[in-house]
């Protein structure tokens, strides 16, 4: 089982829509959680990190983590073309930063 | 506020021939570093991460290593690249606090091996 468990996507919204990236992880013990945009060439860039069970908003970007059910979440509201990248789930595990493989993210025009 | 400075940003290297790539970080104090590779279309593979001047950590075998010699500088480096090494090596940096502090990565460099 991968420490740190995305969809590789891509996943394809319309401009306007709410895009949903997902990421389950294995070490039940975790207590950090990490969202990372990459756009294409370039380095991952932090965009959200979320500690507690629930919601967690800034802008656009809401983080949602269920600890019970090993699950965290980005949502992306009012998604625009400049969204287009490929999102990266990292979640402290054993005291080490695992990195999911990360979803393509494409918004149509 | 922090920067963090990697160079070069391309290089383009023989097999069999070393390598030193450098980071430093600017505006903080007694940062964590971490040197990533990401081979394409992969997940970021930590290599190494340090604590403090001369303590390093390796995560895998191979024939990288690092070094610390500054509070603030991380340096990767090979006495002879292999064909396998090439990829985009990241360094990042985050706050003194124990491994549940957000981690901010360079530029990169993109390293390719012929």
């Known amino acids: ?109 | 506020s922090q920067t963090i400075h990697q160079w070069p940003a391309t290089l383009v290297q023989p097999v069999g021939s070393p390598l030193s790539l450098e980071c430093t970080v600017e505006g903080t104090s007694n940062p964590n570093l971490y040197w990533y590779r990401q081979a394409a279309g992969r997940g970021l593979q930590l290599l190494f991460y340090s604590v403090g001047i001369g303590q390093i950590s390796s995560e895998v075998p191979q024939n990288l290593s690092a070094s610390r010699p500054q509070d603030r500088q991380f340096i990767l480096s090979s006495k002879k690249l292999l064909l396998s090494d090439s990829g985009f090596y990241l360094c990042a940096w985050s706050p003194l606090g124990g491994s549940n502090q957000p981690q901010h990565f360079g530029d990169g460099t993109r390293l390719s091996i012929l």
């Not at chain 1, 389950?24 to 945009?37: A, E, I, L, M």
């Open chain 1, 1 to 109: 089982q991968k420490e740190v468990e995305q969809n590789s996507g891509p996943l394809s919204v319309p401009e306007g829509a709410i895009a949903s990236l997902n990421c389950t992880y294995s070490d039940r013990g975790s207590q950090s959680f990490f969202w990372y945009r990459q756009y294409s060439g370039k380095s991952p860039e932090l965009i959200m990190f979320i500690y507690s069970n629930g919601d967690k908003e800034d802008g656009r970007f809401t983080a949602q983590l269920n600890k019970a059910s090993q699950y965290v979440s980005l949502l992306i509201r009012d998604s625009q073309p400049s969204d287009s990248a490929t999102y990266l789930c990292a979640v402290v595990q054993g005291g080490k930063l695992i990195f999911g493989q990360g979803t393509e993210l494409s918004v149509k025009p």
